[in-house]
């Protein structure tokens, strides 16, 4: 693949952003597409090219990478009005970064097949700090001809890319992931609004929880800002982990298989969202506890 490889790239937030750092530091042109001015404006300024359709943009590449946030964007981008099916040329790849139901993807997968589009399923974990850093780890999945295409582009904003097989692999992963990210941080949420309300010293209690078995990614990332009760600093919002869990919910239903953390940390992330803290960061999960137990 020439290092002067133009992607096409949807959804400029603060995951985007930092995947497209990558690609453009790493030699490839990006033309990109968001809702919002002010993303294109800071594409412009990095060096890429805003294009002012889907259509604009798919006349140029034939790669495509997607970081919106859910299925039903992803639908709107491929098959709503001014959609790329069929503006791609036939042979692109579509590379879908979002977090989404396993089953949806699979479906995808054949849709795009009809129009002569390989999808590559390619959820990430790591965070906005991962995207800019180029650290993600990628949970490809598609075919292997397909992911081969996508490879360079996607080693370019993740250090650790797995290939995990029929598309939908990727989605079913990510699930797991969540499920564990919610549950991690809504324990995290949990233990701390108990040490809050047995007076002990947050920032001694965060420090000590840290620094051994008891920690995790989470506790470490989110707790300084549950200690502070200030959630406005957005590294992923409540409304964000509630829709992720919904999907490991439905992924447990559907496998007959009983989550009992994953429904409870669900109802911790719907109690904080209830309370108007939804576009918040989700270490606000922090105050549902906190509620709960009689504190102002």
Not at 29 to 57: F, I, M
Not at 70 to 83: K, M, R
Not at 183 to 191: I, R
Not at 220 to 235: E, L, N, T, W, Y
Request: glycine share 12%; proline share 3%; with cysteine.
């Amino acid at each position: 693949m020439s290092i002067k490889t133009k992607v096409g790239f949807i959804g400029l937030g603060a995951m985007g952003r930092g995947a497209v750092s990558n690609l453009l530091a790493k030699g490839f042109d990006v033309v990109g597409c968001d809702v919002r001015s002010d993303a294109l404006d800071w594409l412009r300024a990095q060096g890429g090219t805003p294009a002012c359709s889907l259509a604009e943009l798919a006349a140029q590449v034939q790669i495509v990478v997607c970081f919106v946030v859910n299925s039903q964007q992803t639908e709107a981008v491929l098959f709503g009005d001014d959609g790329l099916v069929g503006e791609l040329a036939a042979g692109a790849v579509f590379i879908a970064c979002s977090t989404m139901d396993p089953s949806y993807v699979r479906a995808l997968e054949g849709r795009l097949a009809s129009h002569e589009i390989s999808l590559i399923d390619a959820p990430v974990t790591g965070g906005a700090v991962g995207a800019e850093r180029g650290t993600l780890t990628i949970m490809g999945s598609g075919t292997r001809e397909a992911f081969d295409l996508a490879l360079p582009v996607l080693r370019t904003f993740g250090s650790r890319v797995h290939y995990l097989g029929p598309a939908g692999s990727g989605a079913q992963m990510k699930v797991l992931n969540q499920l564990l990210c919610g549950v991690h941080l809504a324990a995290a949420g949990e233990a701390l609004a108990l040490a809050k309300h047995q007076g002990l010293p947050l920032d001694l209690t965060l420090e000590i929880l840290s620094s051994g078995a008891a920690s995790s990614w989470m506790l470490a990332d989110r707790g300084p800002r549950m200690v502070a009760g200030q959630f406005d600093d957005i590294s992923s919002a409540v409304d964000i982990i509630v829709k992720d869990m919904s999907l490991v919910l439905d992924a447990t239903r559907e496998s007959r298989f009983p989550a009992a953390l994953a429904h409870a940390a669900h109802l911790a992330f719907l109690g904080t969202t209830a309370r108007g803290l939804g576009a918040k960061d989700d270490s606000a999960v922090t105050t549902h506890y906190e509620l709960a137990a009689g504190m102002p």
